[in-house]
């Protein structure tokens, strides 16, 4: 059985070494949500100030995918293969 004195040695190192990874949870994640704000904010200044017509752009080009996938996939639900 152990002594006392060394169940109290490991004891506190354990509680010491819990408060010190709590600690730098906590740091990481204080860290991560203030990189998250960070990114959101970046997000919603524009990509290019001089036009403006970047944002735009990629719309049109992400609807166009989407107008092509639904092509596809209507395609695909009547039976025609392309």
């Known amino acids: 059985m ?3 004195e060394t169940l109290l040695v490991l004891g506190g190192t ?3 070494g ?3 990874f709590a600690g730098l949870a906590a740091w990481a994640w ?3 949500l203030k990189l998250r704000a960070r990114e959101m904010e970046l997000q919603k200044m524009p990509a290019n100030t001089n036009t403006g017509t970047e ?3 990629g719309q049109r080009i992400d609807l ?4 092509e996938r639904v092509r596809k996939l209507e ?3 009547s039976g ?3």
């Not at 166009?64 to 107008?67: M, S, Y």
């Open 2 to 4: 152990l002594s006392v």
């Open 14 to 16: 354990a509680l010491i």
């Open 18 to 20: 819990m408060l010190i």
């Open 30 to 32: 204080v860290s991560w």
């Open 55 to 57: 944002p735009v752009i």
């Open 64 to 67: 166009a995918d989407l107008k």
């Open 75 to 77: 395609a695909i639900a």
């Open 80 to 82: 025609v293969d392309f």
